[in-house]
């Protein structure tokens, strides 16, 4: 029997026997969700990408959607529920994608320390790093009032989700996607010549997501270095059976850091005039003056240092000024990171781990070891701590509570760091191609095993103080390369004759199209074209190409279907929630043939 639960002007219709809100089992309820089913599954697919691409799709959209399922009977108040939950799945999720860092150092010849001390490093980090997030909230959230576009969609698609017709379309896409990947996944696996296509069912299920603005760049600079790879093997710049990608991603990770540089110089000034606005001139959104003290904080981020310094040095026996040099920087980036996600929903890690590799080498550090150890400490302060900021401003949006918020991710910083260790010792026992330093073998065969996020970590330590003429000329073509082109967005994008052409009926939204997809691409897009071989980067060209002739047709159906799409957030088009689905079934798939072969039933 259902029981109405009033709130104010609210009435809800909850089951009788479900919590309510507020209560220790209300939230025992959302913590067991989210720990053991919500962000597992996030973990598991953004570990597998990154294995997989070097790239992962947050975990809030998913969680988002899935925790909406739990919630849905408390009604309009649910909303708070569903945001706890993404919000601890997140923490999980972005723990779980840093699997790669494990690999990285397996690469580098690290010696693995026992598995708990490695759980217990990577919580030490990641507990600075939120407690860094929070104390920088009531900066970026509540006084510059930042956007934080991926917090503002999950913000939308939490309230839109009340709805139970919406809410059943949702997860029938992601269900639609899953049974996809999976499927995929065994073809992939059992039959060769699709196995030896180089299709993966989460690289066209991250190109639906991304949609052929972003991935279509990546394919063509892909498509280039192939065919300059002759021209480089003859000129000494290739070794004979090294792939473009060998060079490339030098190419690729200085134009990241040119175009950061062009955001970051247009953000600083947008900061500024924020921060000057008079109070009526902001946004008028709700504000939650709900935040812990900041001394609390300060005294939180100053014990969490200590205890990374100790574990570092204690147990995995690291020189203390390496690992202080990382926090230092994690001070500042999670600051720099999570202003450019608050305006354009980009989070350059890379650009912040080069920026670390460079600084380590001018001291004088030449230890891949202990440069990968302290760079651990800033990527993952600088991923859980935007994902903190970003939290905030969702929870803002719909009037968290954000001290009850800050809870529940601490408590999923936890899960995620012993899912990062687990996930990167099981894939890398059941896939031992993982464990292959393809940087140092380009001769290895790692078929859909790309690893770029790995292979761009591992090459840029690599060149720690040796970097030979060439590689420094890749590094200063890329840097003069994304910031041109970055310059020259900007330029254009804000002429009113282009804004005016691209928006006329009939050809406008073409031009629009090959000035973002070819003519001036986004670094940040094209990039991924130099971290993966040029099957990946194909599928991944491929996959957009099909949302975006999907999503063009949708619009031009009857009136009343494209109303209803277009009041939806892009995050929630069919296309997108179905790309996320192929994800989770692929990664599933994969870590249950893992697990499988470990326990020898293979």
């Given at each position: 029997?259902?029981?109405?639960?009033?709130?104010?002007?609210?009435?809800?219709?909850?089951?009788?026997?479900?919590?309510?809100?507020?209560?220790?089992?209300?939230?025992?309820?959302?913590?067991?969700?989210?720990?053991?089913?919500?962000?597992?599954?996030?973990?598991?697919?953004?570990?597998?990408?990154?294995?997989?691409?070097?790239?992962?799709?947050?975990?809030?959209?998913?969680?988002?959607?899935?925790?909406?399922?739990?919630?849905?009977?408390?009604?309009?108040?649910?909303?708070?529920?569903?945001?706890?939950?993404?919000?601890?799945?997140?923490?999980?999720?972005?723990?779980?994608?840093?699997?790669?860092?494990?690999?990285?150092?397996?690469?580098?010849?690290?010696?693995?320390?026992?598995?708990?001390?490695?759980?217990?490093?990577?919580?030490?980090?990641?507990?600075?790093?939120?407690?860094?997030?929070?104390?920088?909230?009531?900066?970026?959230?509540?006084?510059?009032?930042?956007?934080?576009?991926?917090?503002?969609?999950?913000?939308?698609?939490?309230?839109?989700?009340?709805?139970?017709?919406?809410?059943?379309?949702?997860?029938?896409?992601?269900?639609?996607?899953?049974?996809?990947?999976?499927?995929?996944?065994?073809?992939?696996?059992?039959?060769?010549?699709?196995?030896?296509?180089?299709?993966?069912?989460?690289?066209?299920?991250?190109?639906?997501?991304?949609?052929?603005?972003?991935?279509?760049?990546?394919?063509?600079?892909?498509?280039?270095?192939?065919?300059?790879?002759?021209?480089?093997?003859?000129?000494?710049?290739?070794?004979?059976?090294?792939?473009?990608?060998?060079?490339?991603?030098?190419?690729?990770?200085?134009?990241?850091?040119?175009?950061?540089?062009?955001?970051?110089?247009?953000?600083?000034?947008?900061?500024?005039?924020?921060?000057?606005?008079?109070?009526?001139?902001?946004?008028?959104?709700?504000?939650?003056?709900?935040?812990?003290?900041?001394?609390?904080?300060?005294?939180?981020?100053?014990?969490?240092?200590?205890?990374?310094?100790?574990?570092?040095?204690?147990?995995?026996?690291?020189?203390?000024?390496?690992?202080?040099?990382?926090?230092?920087?994690?001070?500042?980036?999670?600051?720099?990171?999570?202003?450019?996600?608050?305006?354009?929903?980009?989070?350059?890690?890379?650009?912040?781990?080069?920026?670390?590799?460079?600084?380590?080498?001018?001291?004088?550090?030449?230890?891949?070891?202990?440069?990968?150890?302290?760079?651990?400490?800033?990527?993952?302060?600088?991923?859980?701590?935007?994902?903190?900021?970003?939290?905030?401003?969702?929870?803002?949006?719909?009037?968290?509570?954000?001290?009850?918020?800050?809870?529940?991710?601490?408590?999923?910083?936890?899960?995620?760091?012993?899912?990062?260790?687990?996930?990167?010792?099981?894939?890398?026992?059941?896939?031992?191609?993982?464990?292959?330093?393809?940087?140092?073998?380009?001769?290895?065969?790692?078929?859909?095993?790309?690893?770029?996020?790995?292979?761009?970590?591992?090459?840029?330590?690599?060149?720690?103080?040796?970097?030979?003429?060439?590689?420094?000329?890749?590094?200063?073509?890329?840097?003069?390369?994304?910031?041109?082109?970055?310059?020259?967005?900007?330029?254009?994008?804000?002429?009113?004759?282009?804004?005016?052409?691209?928006?006329?009926?009939?050809?406008?939204?073409?031009?629009?199209?090959?000035?973002?997809?070819?003519?001036?691409?986004?670094?940040?897009?094209?990039?991924?074209?130099?971290?993966?071989?040029?099957?990946?980067?194909?599928?991944?060209?491929?996959?957009?190409i099909v949302s975006s002739v999907w999503n063009t047709l949708g619009r031009r159906s009857g009136p009343a279907d494209r109303a209803a799409t277009d009041e939806l957030p892009a995050d929630m088009s069919t296309t997108s929630l179905v790309g996320g689905g192929?994800?989770?079934?692929?990664?599933?798939?994969?870590?249950?043939?893992?697990?499988?072969?470990?326990?020898?039933?293979?």
């Open positions: 029997m259902d029981a109405p639960l009033t709130r104010g002007d609210e009435t809800q219709v909850r089951f009788a026997w479900m919590p309510r809100p507020g209560t220790l089992a209300f939230h025992l309820m959302l913590a067991a969700v989210a720990l053991l089913v919500l962000g597992p599954l996030g973990g598991i697919a953004a570990a597998y990408m990154n294995f997989t691409l070097g790239v992962f799709v947050p975990g809030q959209i998913l969680a988002g959607i899935l925790g909406s399922i739990v919630t849905y009977p408390y009604g309009a108040q649910g909303r708070h529920g569903a945001n706890y939950m993404q919000t601890m799945a997140a923490s999980v999720a972005s723990l779980g994608a840093m699997a790669v860092l494990i690999q990285a150092a397996v690469w580098l010849g690290m010696e693995m320390p026992p598995t708990w001390q490695l759980i217990l490093f990577i919580t030490c980090v990641g507990m600075f790093g939120v407690g860094l997030g929070m104390l920088y909230t009531p900066v970026l959230v509540d006084r510059m009032r930042l956007d934080y576009p991926s917090g503002y969609a999950v913000a939308n698609i939490i309230r839109a989700l009340t709805d139970k017709t919406l809410l059943k379309r949702s997860v029938r896409s992601l269900g639609t996607g899953a049974g996809l990947g999976a499927i995929g996944g065994w073809l992939i696996d059992r039959v060769a010549w699709i196995g030896a296509s180089g299709l993966s069912m989460s690289n066209m299920g991250a190109g639906l997501i991304v949609g052929s603005r972003i991935a279509i760049p990546a394919s063509i600079f892909a498509l280039a270095g192939w065919l300059l790879s002759p021209w480089l093997r003859s000129n000494g710049w290739l070794g004979e059976n090294e792939p473009f990608r060998r060079l490339g991603f030098l190419v690729g990770l200085a134009s990241i850091l040119g175009a950061a540089v062009v955001d970051l110089a247009v953000i600083a000034r947008q900061t500024v005039a924020r921060v000057r606005a008079p109070e009526g001139e902001v946004r008028d959104e709700p504000s939650d003056p709900r935040g812990f003290p900041t001394r609390m904080l300060v005294l939180w981020v100053l014990f969490w240092a200590a205890a990374v310094v100790l574990v570092a040095t204690g147990l995995m026996h690291q020189p203390a000024r390496y690992i202080l040099f990382g926090l230092g920087l994690s001070i500042l980036f999670v600051f720099i990171n999570g202003i450019s996600t608050g305006v354009s929903d980009q989070n350059p890690i890379s650009s912040a781990f080069v920026v670390s590799v460079l600084l380590m080498s001018a001291m004088g550090l030449r230890n891949p070891v202990v440069a990968i150890t302290a760079a651990t400490v800033l990527l993952i302060c600088s991923s859980v701590g935007v994902d903190m900021q970003q939290d905030r401003s969702t929870g803002w949006r719909l009037g968290t509570d954000r001290r009850v918020q800050f809870w529940y991710q601490i408590l999923g910083i936890g899960m995620g760091a012993v899912l990062c260790v687990v996930l990167a010792r099981v894939f890398m026992s059941a896939y031992p191609v993982l464990a292959v330093n393809s940087f140092d073998h380009p001769e290895a065969k790692v078929g859909q095993w790309q690893s770029a996020m790995t292979y761009k970590f591992v090459g840029a330590i690599r060149g720690l103080g040796h970097l030979p003429v060439h590689q420094l000329a890749a590094l200063e073509i890329g840097f003069a390369l994304g910031l041109i082109i970055e310059v020259l967005r900007k330029l254009v994008r804000a002429s009113a004759r282009y804004r005016a052409l691209v928006t006329r009926p009939g050809a406008g939204p073409a031009v629009g199209w090959v000035t973002d997809s070819v003519l001036l691409p986004s670094p940040y897009a094209y990039a991924f074209g130099t971290f993966v071989e040029l099957p990946t980067a194909l599928w991944w060209g491929a996959g957009g192929l994800i989770a079934g692929e990664s599933l798939f994969y870590l249950a043939m893992a697990l499988i072969g470990l326990a020898g039933l293979v």
